[in-house]
């Protein structure tokens, strides 16, 4: 009996346009192998999405029926179903009714699996530990067999997340990235008929390197872009999600992060409107000369998605300079960089990949000088990390990396990913502290964020004013004081607080989050009048869902040294359970508490190394049971060096980064130093 005779028996192949394909040769694949993954969303008699593994020469399959979920805590019901052949891992389309499983099918997310040791042996034990490298879907990964009960047929499963860096519980992954990952289109329009986005969704067959996509459209085909669709007045933005790294890969353009103010430019017949991010009109107040360039493009109509910065004498895009530019109605040192081209001349380019619309921008500026008021935003098909690195040294803002073969897509996803230099992000105003120098200025200003309809408090920010800047938020605030705290719970320390409405919103520079999400070393550069306050929530790095380490390692990179180089430091030491978490409020795991030490090194060395420590130590988390210890113990790792002190009594101390890594792998949360050192232990120095 064939491993497909069951998925054979339930498909009129006269009707479906589904493939019949052949097992492949059991021979030639070892169990423990992995290959090919592929998520289908399945709108049939319910919206499901299908699990297919390659294994044992076809695809293992499993409904699971409300969808893959980031989320650790979420489990989700999996139903394994009949095994189906490799050449299904492309199959796209309609399923026509009266057959099985009618409906629509789409290639939700596809990539290649591994598993956690012997494949076979964890389905027959009924427990599949894997890793997935997809486009949407990353890490580690468990399906567990339930139990049966009385009566039933199928076997059911559990498919759940592990806690890894890219788990994610504020994303629902299924609504932020809804389309096929093979057409570019969602399932109401595969449904439709409507031909595929992309030429890269042409293919036939499987493969796991899908073809790099064609960009047709050049300098010489722009005159050939003529049409009849009318121009939208506004078009939703395409939003970037926050990553600590950029992701590597071919399909990926790397652009400067400008710091300025979001811009959509509409161009009908020499008519020119400025929309903010929201759609607010801000033509007149970006004056005349943006208008003015916009409107001398060679063509009858544009919508274009780009930023407008003030830059000062370095080159670089300041968010300070285009706020001073504005209140003091210097528009003239406004600069609009365009990136992107969404509607030419009767043409939707929003459906095309992004190549073949940055080409089109490119043809449409080619007689635009760009070192004037309008400037094409130029890509760069280098390595992202090397980009950022560079970036970083010229003090640029950060990097946004784009899938170069993804349409215009509004919303916030993972088609466009941004990594930032340094951290900065909006937040709502929620009171002042009046300036203790002057009775019309602020000193400083208290933060929040909501997070699931809360306000939330975030610290506060006390620095980046001027006399004038202090004088005007003051001003502003005055209006909307009120006697109640905004913020879901009270604000530490409320003494001299004056609470206002959270209406007005900041944008602030700040060195890192706390463990109870709070702003250390604040910086305050402006206010953000583009984006409204009930919008603001804390922005935390999401998991690099499209980067190409996918299981965890103790090899970490430390930033550029002054010479621009980038050093990497490696541990000898084994991490055993590298994704337990020990900060459950941030997520926060050991490797990541490995990543930190590796980074910080340098600075760190001179203090620790050849010094007695005491360890404060939480094995299963801060939550869990903690202990201090000031001696060693048996079984510690060599890293972990001992000498005994004048009472007998083993003290502990390192020499190296392995040794820091060793007291990481005990589940060390602090690490207390003595002033003195190894060598005189009677004797402090600090």
């Known amino acids: 009996m064939s491993k497909l005779d069951p998925y054979l028996s339930k498909r009129n192949f006269k009707r479906t346009p589904e493939p019949v394909g052949m097992p492949a040769d059991d021979?030639?694949?070892?169990?423990?192998?992995?290959?090919?993954?592929?998520?289908?969303?399945?709108?049939?008699?319910?919206?499901?999405?299908d699990l297919r593994l390659e294994h044992g020469g076809v695809l293992l399959s499993w409904a699971v029926t409300r969808g893959p979920s980031l989320d650790p805590d979420e489990k989700r019901l999996a139903v394994q179903v009949e095994d189906h052949p490799l050449d299904y891992a492309t199959f796209e389309g309609n399923i026509p009714k009266g057959g099985y499983g009618a409906g629509t099918a789409i290639v939700w997310d596809q990539g290649t699996w591994l598993p956690e040791g012997d494949a076979e042996f964890g389905l027959e034990k009924g427990h599949l530990s894997f890793a997935l490298k997809g486009e949407k879907l990353g890490g580690q990964w468990h399906l567990v067999r339930l139990k049966p009960r009385i009566g039933e047929?199928?076997?059911?499963?559990?498919?759940?997340?592990?806690?890894?860096?890219?788990?994610?519980s504020d994303l629902d992954v299924l609504k932020a990235e809804p389309n096929s990952v093979q057409s570019g289109l969602p399932i109401e329009e595969v449904a439709r008929g409507v031909p595929p986005r992309s030429a890269a969704a042409t293919?036939?067959?499987?493969?796991?390197?899908?073809?790099?996509?064609?960009?047709?459209?050049?300098?010489?085909?722009?005159?050939?872009?003529?049409?009849?669709?009318?121009?939208?007045?506004f078009v939703s933005p395409c939003l970037a999600t926050l990553q600590t790294k950029p992701p590597a890969g071919e399909r990926w353009l790397h652009e400067v992060k400008f710091d300025g103010y979001r811009l959509q430019?509409?161009?009908?017949?020499?008519?020119?409107?400025?929309?903010?991010?929201?759609?607010?009109?801000w033509t007149p107040r970006f004056g005349p000369a943006v208008a003015s360039a916009c409107a001398m493009l060679p063509c009858r109509t544009a919508l274009m998605d780009g930023e407008a910065v003030v830059l000062g004498d370095d080159g670089v895009a300041s968010f300070s300079a285009l706020q001073n530019a504005l209140s003091e109605n210097r528009t003239d040192a406004i600069v609009y960089y365009a990136f992107d081209l969404l509607h030419l001349d009767g043409v939707d380019l929003t459906p095309r990949p992004l190549a073949?619309?940055?080409?089109?921008?490119?043809?449409?500026?080619?007689?635009?000088?760009?070192?004037?008021v309008l400037r094409f935003s130029e890509h760069f098909e280098v390595a992202g990390e090397t980009m950022l690195k560079h970036s970083c040294r010229m003090g640029l803002e950060g990097v946004i990396s784009k899938r170069s073969d993804r349409p215009y897509r509004s919303g916030r996803g993972t088609d466009w990913l941004k990594s930032k230099c340094t951290q900065r992000q909006e937040f709502v105003i929620g009171g002042y502290l009046p300036s203790k120098g002057s009775g019309n200025a602020v000193g400083s200003l208290v933060l929040g964020y909501h997070d699931h309809g809360m306000l939330r408090h975030a610290g506060r920010v006390g620095t980046g004013f001027t006399a004038r800047t202090a004088a005007d938020l003051k001003a502003r605030l005055a209006p909307i004081t009120t006697g109640i705290s905004p913020f879901d719970g009270r604000a530490t320390d409320e003494r001299d607080v004056v609470w206002v409405r959270p209406e007005l919103v900041a944008e602030i520079k700040f060195r890192a989050w706390t463990a109870s999400r709070t702003l250390r070393h604040a910086s305050f550069l402006g206010l953000r009048e583009d984006k409204p306050a009930s919008e603001i929530g804390a922005e935390l790095p999401a998991p690099s869902l499209t980067g190409d380490d996918v299981l965890p390692t103790v090899s970490v990179s430390l930033p550029a040294d002054s010479a621009g180089e980038r050093t990497s430091i490696k541990s000898t030491?084994?991490?055993?359970?590298?994704?337990?978490?020990?900060?459950?409020?941030?997520?926060?795991?050991?490797?990541?508490?490995?990543?930190?030490?590796?980074?910080?090194?340098?600075?760190?060395?001179?203090?620790?190394?050849?010094?007695?420590?005491?360890?404060?130590?939480?094995?299963?988390?801060?939550?869990?049971?903690?202990?201090?210890?000031?001696?060693?113990?048996?079984?510690?790792?060599?890293?972990?060096?001992t000498q005994k002190d004048r009472n007998g009594d083993d003290l502990m101390f390192?020499?190296?980064?392995?040794?820091?890594?060793a007291l990481v792998q005990l589940g060390t949360v602090e690490i207390h130093l003595w002033g003195s050192t190894m060598d005189a232990v009677e004797t402090p120095d600090q």
């Open 27 to 49: 021979n030639a694949i070892h169990a423990d192998a992995g290959g090919i993954f592929v998520i289908h969303k399945h709108a049939a008699r319910r919206l499901h999405y």
């Open 654 to 661: 390192i020499r190296d980064f392995d040794g820091l890594a």
């Open 356 to 372: 073949e619309r940055k080409d089109a921008l490119s043809a449409l500026f080619a007689k635009v000088p760009n070192n004037g």
């Open 265 to 281: 430019a509409r161009v009908d017949h020499g008519v020119v409107r400025l929309s903010t991010r929201t759609g607010l009109d």
């Open 153 to 168: 047929k199928r076997m059911n499963w559990l498919l759940m997340k592990v806690k890894d860096r890219f788990a994610r």
């Open 203 to 233: 293919t036939t067959k499987t493969t796991r390197n899908p073809p790099r996509p064609a960009h047709p459209v050049t300098a010489a085909a722009l005159d050939q872009i003529k049409g009849s669709e009318p121009l939208p007045a």
């Open 573 to 641: 030491v084994k991490l055993t359970n590298p994704n337990k978490v020990l900060w459950p409020d941030c997520g926060f795991t050991k490797r990541d508490l490995l990543d930190y030490y590796a980074m910080v090194w340098p600075l760190m060395a001179d203090f620790v190394v050849n010094r007695p420590l005491s360890l404060l130590r939480a094995p299963d988390g801060i939550d869990a049971h903690q202990f201090f210890q000031k001696h060693a113990s048996p079984g510690m790792h060599r890293a972990v060096l």
